[in-house]
């Protein structure tokens, strides 16, 4: 069985334990409790393949920063997540992922870009502006609410998709290089 190990980032408040128990659990935490680090593993069926997603949930709080850089070393795809009535939240998402890209000294990372509490009556994010953005990082863009579900399964559904593309992309460059006899043939 495929294990993907997805982490979730974002500022602190922005709702990524509430996403992240929804998926495991079913249901919705009403109390903000800061998180230093939990780990989560289920088992879905996405696209008609079983697979176990082992989810990171991190620390949104600055004083946890010096943990990010080894737990995005081990993630392979990632969830960007800001709240819609936050728009500070919004604004970290560019230093997320450059953070990110930095560590995996990569350009291209599987993500996808979460707006959260979509129940909420007053935004302070444009969701259009969003969207332009998540086609600027060429990144998918799903709307969620953890409180009522919307959403959930899409976003971390639609992460294994990200990962399962850039894994196969990634075999198909890496078999450019073999020759006829399996050497390089540069």
């Not at 990010?68 to 728009?87: C, K």
């Not at 998402?93 to 996808?112: C, F, L, N, S, W």
């Not at 709307?143 to 639609?158: C, I, L, N, Q, W």
Request: glycine share 8%; hydrophobic share 35%; proline share 2%.
């Amino acid at each position: 069985m495929t294990e993907y190990k997805l982490v979730v980032v974002g500022a602190g408040g922005v709702g990524k334990s509430a996403l992240t128990i929804q998926l495991i659990q079913n249901h919705f935490v009403d109390e903000y409790d800061p998180t230093i680090e939990d780990s989560y593993r289920k088992q879905v069926v996405i696209d008609g393949e079983t697979c176990l997603l082992d989810i990171l949930d991190t620390a949104g709080q600055e004083e946890y920063s010096a943990m990010r850089d080894q737990y995005m070393r081990t993630g392979e795809g990632f969830l960007l997540v800001f709240a819609v009535n936050s728009a500070k939240s919004f604004e970290d998402i560019g230093t997320y992922r450059e953070q990110i890209k930095r560590v995996k000294d990569a350009e291209e990372v599987p993500m996808v870009l979460v707006g959260n509490k979509c129940d909420l009556s007053s935004w302070a994010v444009d969701m259009n502006q969003a969207r332009e953005v998540a086609k600027q990082y060429g990144i998918p863009f799903v709307e969620t609410s953890a409180k009522t579900r919307m959403g959930v399964d899409d976003a971390f559904y639609t992460l294994v998709r990200e990962i399962r593309k850039d894994k196969s992309s990634r075999g198909k460059r890496s078999h450019k290089y073999i020759g006829a006899h399996g050497q390089c043939s540069i």
